[in-house]
């Protein structure tokens, strides 16, 4: 049953518009078109016949909109389909790409706008998809076809059309993405290859952040921040930053980052605020993200980091703790623990001191110099103590040296002590000439100076057999105390000559220093290609352990699993800290094999059980 409103627009619909609806529709459509080309037309006539559609079966629950969608949206969204199939026909005979692109934009708008000047709301949506499809969807070759050209040019307003119009299309972006992305790769490579002179490490990292400030700033304006540049851009970033010319080669990008915050963070850093280093420091974790080799740039930084606070060249240790705690927050607290535990050494060397100051004094013994001590954990610092000399500590020290070594097992028994003299100083007072002096040396230097105390000429022959220091080790040494001319040789010494035995040694008793105060450095205190080398081999051992424990606790978790799932699971926990090769996974599984810790599964080659 129908109420009287209901039925009268039932014989509305029977009488009027199902016997009229073709002429009607074309009257409206005839309307429409002629709108689009800009005529008069009497808009209130043609709203309120197009709303009729919609009114007519308003009172129904179910399907209400089926006349307005059958009768005319149907035909509607046909010739307005057909009629921008011709318009993009004509403006690509017309236009240039970048005029094409403007008009169909400028047409896609003005239709949204007759939409809803005509339409019922729920045409909106499809109006606008049919006029895309006619206009973008069927010329997306074409429109593909500029892409690379565009995006090399950087031509932003173009590039910013060609975004509006492409991102509402199904796959529509995908080629712009890859050409942004080999844009942004191709123009972070050229930026950090090449690089040369001494500050290669800023070069590198900063040219690297001009490419990513640059495109970041791009995407964010030009692409309004979509997620898939943003992806292009990171992809592009890590593809140029852990590029590497030789394969064979691991990058030297995470070494460099390394070498730069160590710039930052010394002392030497001049000319710059504290506020600039910490706007520094926190921009390099951008490329530190990107860096796929994490476990290299951390060898490299806890050695730095080691140099710094033994040697006091931190230039401010707030500085030094909120890089670690922006390396915490990019990697965990595991990544940086050992760093971690370098700061509580300090501190605890601190309170050390103190007591063995007291220590002294209960002692009622004058040790009769300043002597302080870093104690220093084994498992924390990357010192090595492989290739440690031989080194017969002068009489001055022995008592210091004694006393220490007592105080220490007094307190905590059962620890060794292991005394790492190639990375200790002194400051020494020279009195024998016009002025004082006062000198600060190595330990080795010291040993050295120590003994013109009673001799003022000695062989090199003698001071082998006194201070028991290997042959290079006291080439090395005399080398800087006779290039500051605090010692003379009675024969020429040239960098590639070396002293021979018999040499004769004597103190500049002529010396004289515009400063009271200096340091002598040691004569070869700048990284070695040996020591580099050291690095990257104990990064080897370094993942092959880190590799084979994380089997251990896969296997341990899983009991049974195949070879390919153990590669995929071994490959998923080790990403954060480094990419591994699958040969190197294959080798410490077979190590694992060998040391019992699994075996493989019966006859089954590809399957493997946990041995508990």
Known sequence: MLEI??????????????????????????GIKRDRCGENVNQTDLHGVIHSFVHVEEYKKKLPLLVYETMFEEPFLAATGEYYRQEASKLLQDCSYSQYMEKVIQR???????????????????????????MVADYLQYLHGECQDMVQKERRKDLSNLYTLLKPIANGLSVLVKEVEDHIKCTGLKAVSNLQGDNVPSQF??????????????????????????????????AAINHRENTKQMCRSPELLAKYCDTLLKKSAKGMSESEIEDRLASSVVVFKYIDDKDVFQKFYSRMLAKRLIHGQSVSMDAEEGMINRLKQACGYE????????????????????????????????????FYIFVLQAGAWPLGQANLTSFAIPQELEKSVQLFEQFYSSSFNGRKLTWLHHLCTAELKVCYLKKTYFVTVGTYQMGILLMFNNQVHLTFKELLENTR????????QLQSLLETKLLLC??????????????????????????????????????????????????????????????????????????????QEVISQSRTRFNPSISMIKKCIEALIDKQYIERQGTSTDTYNYVA
């Open 5 to 30: 409103g209901e039925l009268a627009l039932d014989i509305w619909k029977k009488l009027m518009l199902e016997p009229l609806k073709d002429s009607l529709v074309a009257i409206l459509l005839d």
């Open 469 to 476: 220091l290997q042959e290079k080790e006291l080439q090395k």
């Open 205 to 238: 990292v900063e040219s690297m952040l001009e490419v990513h400030v640059k495109f970041t700033e791009l995407i964010s304006n030009v692409f309004h921040g979509d997620k898939a540049f943003i992806g292009a851009l990171d992809k592009a970033c890590a």
């Open 108 to 134: 896609l708008d003005e239709e949204n706008f007759r939409s809803r000047k005509f339409l019922h709301p729920s045409s909106y949506q499809k109006v606008t998809q049919e006029c895309q499809h006619r």
């Open 490 to 567: 009675d024969s020429q010494v040239s960098d590639e000559q070396q002293l021979a035995e018999g040499s004769r040694l004597s103190l500049n008793l002529n010396y004289s220093n515009k400063r009271t105060k200096f340091k002598i450095s040691a004569a070869v205190q700048k990284e070695t290609p040996q020591e580099v080398e050291q690095t990257h081999v104990a990064i080897d051992e370094d993942r092959k352990l880190y590799l084979q424990a994380a089997i251990v606790r896969i296997m341990k978790a899983r009991k049974v699993l195949k070879h390919n799932a153990v590669i």
């Open 335 to 370: 990544f940086t623990s050992k760093l971690h535990r370098m700061f509580t050494d300090m501190s605890v060397s601190s309170d050390l001191n103190a007591k063995f100051i007291d220590y002294v004094r209960e002692q009622k013994t004058d040790i009769g110099i300043n």
